[in-house]
């Protein structure tokens, strides 16, 4: 495994990844920058080769890991699940030790705060789907957050009430043909799967029915 460098050649599929040739054989490739450190006739232990592939390795979960955050704010164990799935090209799964690699460096770069996912998880909620904080802990909890990371973000972030409201009045219109019963049984049972307590949704329901009844008056 060991061997002197012949060639350091730039891939033509991805130009920023250089392919080193070991005895004028392909061996393994790296980062630009990171063969950029490398140059012919250098001559690599078979130590030097494991640590070069490792760094390569690493590189590779790490960009994969800061794609899937790219697309939204993620929580430690979301991030971890992502990069347990992850697959070399050779097929292999990635161990603990490079995991624990990629979400460390990602912690220390201020990537990944589960405190700030909570709060940003909350306000989406919040503004795009109402939830009563039960269900919200609930899935916070599924997110591997903390339950006391849950508590401190929940600390009057949502209004249980308005949260109920709001949530019947993004179905109400879609339901104001119907009459008041089926209205009721309709928008009871969407209100409880969202975790409202009865006394919460109850007070949702005939508010959301009278401004239906108002609406239909002017």
Do not use: C
Request: charged share 30%.
């Amino acid at each position: 495994m060991a061997g002197e460098i012949t060639a350091l050649r730039r891939q033509k599929r991805n130009t920023e990844r250089v392919s080193v040739y070991l005895d004028g054989a392909y061996a393994f490739s790296l980062p630009i920058l990171e063969a950029l450190k490398l140059h012919k006739e250098q001559h690599l232990s078979d130590d030097e080769i494991t640590a070069l592939k490792t760094l390569d390795l690493r590189a590779k979960a790490y960009d994969q890991a800061v794609r899937f955050l790219a697309v939204r704010p993620r929580s430690v164990w979301e991030v971890r699940q992502k990069l347990q799935r992850y697959r070399s090209r050779q097929k292999e799964s990635l161990a603990q030790v490079h995991i624990d690699w990629v979400t460390d460096k990602l912690l220390n770069q201020g990537y990944l705060n589960d405190a700030e996912f909570a709060r940003f998880w909350i306000e989406q909620r919040n503004q795009f789907k109402p939830l009563s904080p039960r269900a919200l802990r609930y899935e916070l909890l599924r997110k591997g957050i903390a339950e006391r990371t849950i508590e401190t973000m929940l600390d009057g972030a949502v209004d249980p009430e308005a949260a109920a409201l709001q949530a019947a009045r993004s179905r109400a219109r879609r339901w104001k043909t119907l009459d008041k019963e089926m209205f009721h049984k309709k928008m009871a049972a969407f209100l409880q799967r969202r975790g409202f307590s009865w006394a919460i949704v109850r007070d949702a329901l005939e508010q959301s029915w009278q401004e239906i009844l108002d609406a239909d008056n002017e």
